[in-house]
């Protein structure tokens, strides 16, 4: 059962933030955030575990909320660069924790 | 190899032929998984390898899809008597260890054109 993102869409000028959300019903052990441009192969961002840790990437950081089965991906001070489609995957705390992943949220900075 | 290895990058086939797609993982990576992804859309889960566990396959989206995993390494998706709903495009990715604390690393995918 794959993960619920949101928003779908967004569009940001430079310098804006943007949260992109992930929710699931199942509960999880861990979240992954990738972020994949046009054409190309999604490119790992950051992976947060049970336990409701927080983790940066420059200007890029996320929260895991393990109580509400829900992680958050903050974009901050967003950059041209960041356009993209950003992906959620979870993978759940018991079974065979097969990735799966939400439906994508596509992310437009405009200068 | 440095990454993970799809081959071909770009395939065209008359509907009803059977295709491979093939996929070289990270050398010693255990996890390998394939992933649909249609025009515009998100990542379809098809089917996970897991070292020698019995792969999870709960993705497939009918009995026309089969994928292999040899030696541990290499891995085939088979797609049989392709309809044009099949278009898309079939990214696989691998990961090192067997927990899930480690990044998933994809490779370009290859482009199925059914027509």
């Known amino acids: 059962q794959q993960p619920v993102q949101s928003p779908q869409a967004v569009i940001l000028r430079e310098g804006e933030d943007a949260v992109i959300n992930c929710s699931s019903s199942k509960a999880l052990y861990s979240v992954h955030w990738y972020r994949q441009k046009h054409g190309e192969a999604p490119v790992f961002l950051m992976i947060l575990l049970k336990g409701g840790e927080q983790k940066g990437h420059d200007k890029i950081s996320a929260s895991f909320n393990e109580k509400k089965q829900q992680s958050s991906l903050y974009l901050t001070a967003s950059q041209l660069s960041y356009s993209g489609t950003y992906f959620c995957g979870t993978a759940s705390d018991t079974g065979r924790r097969a990735l799966t992943f939400g439906s994508g949220t596509r992310l437009q900075v405009q200068p | 190899g440095a990454g993970v290895s799809q081959s071909p990058s770009n395939k065209v086939t008359e509907k009803g032929k059977d295709v491979e797609l093939r996929c070289d993982p990270i050398s010693g990576h255990t996890a390998l998984y394939w992933y649909r992804q249609s025009l515009g859309q998100g990542l379809e889960f098809l089917i996970y390898f897991q070292g020698n566990s019995a792969p999870d396959k709960s993705g497939l989206p009918s009995d026309r899809f089969s994928a292999e995993r040899t030696g541990g390494s290499v891995s085939t998706l088979t797609i049989q008597r392709t309809q044009q709903e099949d278009s898309a495009v079939y990214l696989c990715?691998?990961?090192?260890?067997?927990?899930?604390?480690?990044?998933?690393?994809f490779g370009q995918g290859t482009r199925l054109t059914v027509v």
């Open positions: 990715a691998s990961r090192g260890v067997s927990g899930l604390n480690t990044e998933a690393f």
